[in-house]
């Protein structure tokens, strides 16, 4: 498939700028309506405004001065003067058998996401980072991106200091710890922290024996962080992420760096003592109590935070792995920290590359509050996907020629990762598994289903046919206009970082496609017209499986 809207974007600003003169963008659209064409332009409108002149005559000069027969029917002039462009269905066909090209653009993009903490489950917060976070290391990479994955796994901190005092303390070893029992021993360690001041005190002292490197605590620390990995990495395999041990760079790593951080920033005037912490003020950063808003970067305690990790994985990012735009992929909660971040990052100097927070808001359980056990803990990842894909399997039963086991799994886990995906990511959404498996409507088993039934009727087809020759059907017709804008919804999520538009498009393909099913038969037709569809169900199965390979969900042949 190669694009047409840029050809004939081209073709209209060339004839604007034979008729009067200025280069104007002709931001031609997909038509809101069939009866407005395949495109539509309000170019004339613009321009009409700027000259003060009825619209309708500059569209008429604009159609006059447009060469375009060769692309198009001819040109109408629509309402108050929109010119609308109909593609002949040789240029369609054209199109559509064309391969598309995407350039390389060098940049090397860095993705901070998934980001779970050792010593706890994985929750469905990390569900979200870590389907969204995929999709869009997929999408970058498709359209030219060098992409590197950063896991900035939470394996620091204070609370450690606390847990590997009360392992010790109970005398028990880190290698018969699960996942299960460090939560516990951090449960344990919490209240006892709370309860008993020199325990706190030891405690404290910990954690300054972590950060400083003492060979004991880091063997026990470092079984934690092990123990934990593994954990993430059985739920990354269940989930198909991408993720590996190579991506995780958790806040640990930034250890070293801290203090040349808080050096630099005191360096350059950028911090004050506050209440005994060192903390940088930004001029419109304000609380709600209409306080300045302190970015801390050292603590009262001496120890470092959350962010001045962040700062020097910033440093990290642009000075060593050289990151031409960064992107973190966290929960809509943190706005405020990587606002501030960013700013203080810009402020000192370390950071002139674009850096975006694609935040996302919370998915919530069936009465519309924060997704939570009865008793008010974190629902444990693994279980939530396990569920999803015997609710799979279940809907698969009796079906013949599959591999059941494989296809659940495809099934139950794409439901999730369509159902986290296809919504603006803004948005909060109930985890309702019923209606992420559904057959029907805006799902992902809706859109697999989709891509298995092509498979099979090109199966049957018993024919190869790639070039589509003839498009007389309306129905066909508005699935190869469809087909043609794949690479420019795939820019469009690498520019927005908006997964979910590309999830309303393979729905639109989906759609048109059953619309085509039911105007234009395939397997009954004879001759020219049926390699011709034959080769547009090729193009469709394509473009469902590349789109669904996109957002990281499998595409299986028969369901
Ligand atoms: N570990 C954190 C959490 O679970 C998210 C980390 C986000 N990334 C970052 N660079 N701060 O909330």
Same mark, same amino acid.
């Given at each position: 498939m190669?694009?047409?809207?840029?050809?004939?974007s081209?073709?209209?600003?060339?004839?604007?700028?034979?008729?009067f003169?200025t280069s104007y963008?002709?931001?031609?659209r997909?038509a809101?309506?069939?009866?407005f064409?395949?495109?539509?332009s309000n170019l004339?409108?613009r321009?009409?405004?700027a000259?003060g002149?009825?619209p309708?005559e500059?569209?008429?000069q604009?159609?006059?001065?447009?060469?375009?027969?060769d692309?198009?029917?001819?040109?109408e002039?629509?309402?108050?003067g929109?010119?609308?462009?109909?593609?002949l269905?040789?240029?369609? +066909?054209k199109?559509?058998?064309e &391969? *598309? $090209?995407f350039g390389?653009?060098g940049q090397? %993009?860095v #993705?901070?996401?998934?980001q779970?903490?050792?010593?706890k489950?994985?929750?469905v917060?990390?569900l979200?980072s870590?389907?969204?976070g995929?999709?869009?290391?997929?999408?970058l990479?498709?359209?030219?991106?060098?992409?590197v994955r950063?896991?900035?796994?939470?394996?620091?901190g204070?609370?450690y200091g606390?847990m590997i005092e009360?392992?010790?303390d109970?005398?028990i070893?880190a290698?018969?710890?699960?996942?299960?029992?460090l939560?516990?021993?951090?449960?344990?360690s919490?209240?006892?922290?709370?309860?008993?001041g020199t325990?706190a005190?030891r405690s404290?002292?910990?954690?300054? +024996?972590?950060q400083?490197?003492d &060979? *004991? $605590?880091?063997?026990?620390?470092?079984?934690? %962080?092990? #123990?934990?990995?593994?954990?993430f990495?059985?739920v990354y395999?269940l989930?198909?992420?991408a993720?590996t041990?190579q991506?995780?760079y958790g806040?640990s790593?930034?250890n070293d760096?801290?203090?040349?951080v808080?050096d630099?920033?005191l360096?350059q005037?950028l911090l004050?003592?506050?209440?005994g912490?060192m903390c940088?003020?930004?001029?419109?950063y304000?609380?709600?109590?209409?306080?300045?808003?302190p970015?801390i970067?050292?603590k009262?305690?001496?120890g470092?935070?959350?962010?001045a990790t962040?700062?020097?994985?910033v440093r990290?990012?642009v000075?060593?792995?050289h990151a031409?735009?960064?992107?973190?992929?966290?929960d809509?909660r943190?706005a405020?920290h990587?606002?501030?971040?960013v700013?203080?990052a810009?402020?000192a100097h370390w950071?002139d590359v674009?850096?975006?927070?694609v935040?996302f808001?919370?998915?919530l359980?069936?009465?519309?509050?924060p997704?939570?056990t009865?008793?008010?803990g974190?629902i444990?990842?693994?279980?939530?996907?396990?569920g999803?894909?015997?609710?799979a399997?279940?809907?698969l039963?009796?079906r013949e020629g599959?591999?059941r086991?494989?296809?659940a799994?495809?099934v139950?886990?794409?439901?999730v990762k369509?159902?986290?995906?296809?919504?603006?990511r803004?948005n909060?959404?109930v985890?309702?598994?019923?209606r992420?498996?559904?057959?029907?409507?805006?799902?992902?088993p809706y859109?697999q289903?989709a891509?298995?039934?092509?498979t099979?009727?090109?199966?049957?087809?018993?024919?190869?046919?790639t070039?589509?020759?003839?498009?007389?059907d309306?129905a066909?017709q508005?699935?190869a206009l469809?087909l043609?804008?794949?690479?420019a919804?795939?820019?469009?999520v690498?520019?927005?970082?908006q997964?979910h538009?590309?999830?309303t498009?393979?729905?639109?393909?989906a759609?048109?496609?059953?619309?085509?099913?039911?105007q234009c038969?395939?397997?009954s037709?004879?001759?020219e017209?049926?390699?011709?569809?034959i080769?547009?169900c090729?193009?469709?199965?394509?473009?469902?499986?590349d789109?669904l390979?996109?957002?990281?969900?499998?595409a299986?042949?028969?369901m």
């Amino acid at each position: 498939m190669s694009a047409v809207l840029p050809v004939l974007s081209t073709r209209l600003s060339a004839a604007a700028t034979a008729a009067f003169g200025t280069s104007y963008d002709p931001e031609l659209r997909s038509a809101t309506k069939p009866e407005f064409g395949h495109f539509q332009s309000n170019l004339a409108l613009r321009i009409g405004n700027a000259l003060g002149k009825p619209p309708r005559e500059i569209a008429a000069q604009l159609v006059a001065a447009l060469d375009i027969d060769d692309l198009c029917r001819p040109p109408e002039i629509a309402g108050p003067g929109f010119i609308n462009l109909t593609l002949l269905p040789q240029t369609l +066909a054209k199109a559509v058998n064309e &391969p *598309e $090209t995407f350039g390389s653009n060098g940049q090397r %993009v860095v #993705v901070d996401y998934s980001q779970p903490n050792v010593a706890k489950q994985m929750h469905v917060g990390h569900l979200r980072s870590t389907v969204i976070g995929d999709a869009l290391c997929n999408v970058l990479r498709f359209v030219g991106y060098d992409v590197v994955r950063q896991n900035h796994v939470g394996d620091w901190g204070t609370q450690y200091g606390m847990m590997i005092e009360q392992l010790l303390d109970e005398g028990i070893t880190a290698e018969s710890l699960d996942l299960e029992g460090l939560q516990r021993l951090y449960e344990r360690s919490r209240k006892h922290f709370d309860a008993d001041g020199t325990f706190a005190d030891r405690s404290r002292l910990r954690v300054v +024996a972590l950060q400083s490197g003492d &060979p *004991e $605590t880091r063997a026990i620390w470092r079984h934690m %962080v092990d #123990v934990s990995l593994d954990d993430f990495d059985k739920v990354y395999a269940l989930l198909g992420s991408a993720l590996t041990r190579q991506d995780v760079y958790g806040e640990s790593a930034y250890n070293d760096d801290l203090p040349h951080v808080v050096d630099d920033l005191l360096k350059q005037g950028l911090l004050v003592e506050s209440e005994g912490a060192m903390c940088a003020f930004l001029p419109g950063y304000l609380g709600r109590d209409g306080e300045p808003l302190p970015v801390i970067v050292r603590k009262s305690d001496g120890g470092f935070g959350y962010s001045a990790t962040d700062l020097a994985a910033v440093r990290h990012r642009v000075n060593t792995l050289h990151a031409d735009r960064i992107v973190y992929v966290v929960d809509h909660r943190q706005a405020l920290h990587f606002d501030m971040i960013v700013t203080l990052a810009r402020t000192a100097h370390w950071l002139d590359v674009p850096a975006e927070h694609v935040s996302f808001g919370t998915v919530l359980g069936p009465n519309g509050k924060p997704f939570k056990t009865r008793e008010g803990g974190t629902i444990k990842l693994v279980e939530l996907l396990t569920g999803a894909v015997d609710r799979a399997d279940a809907l698969l039963a009796g079906r013949e020629g599959i591999n059941r086991e494989a296809t659940a799994r495809a099934v139950g886990i794409g439901a999730v990762k369509y159902a986290d995906l296809s919504s603006d990511r803004g948005n909060d959404y109930v985890f309702d598994l019923d209606r992420m498996v559904a057959m029907t409507g805006n799902t992902g088993p809706y859109l697999q289903y989709a891509h298995a039934r092509l498979t099979r009727l090109l199966a049957k087809a018993g024919q190869d046919a790639t070039e589509v020759t003839e498009l007389e059907d309306p129905a066909e017709q508005r699935l190869a206009l469809l087909l043609t804008g794949f690479a420019a919804t795939v820019e469009q999520v690498a520019e927005t970082l908006q997964p979910h538009r590309l999830c309303t498009y393979l729905y639109d393909v989906a759609s048109a496609l059953s619309v085509f099913y039911e105007q234009c038969p395939v397997l009954s037709s004879e001759g020219e017209t049926r390699a011709s569809r034959i080769a547009l169900c090729t193009a469709t199965r394509k473009v469902l499986q590349d789109g669904l390979g996109l957002l990281g969900i499998e595409a299986p042949d028969a369901m």
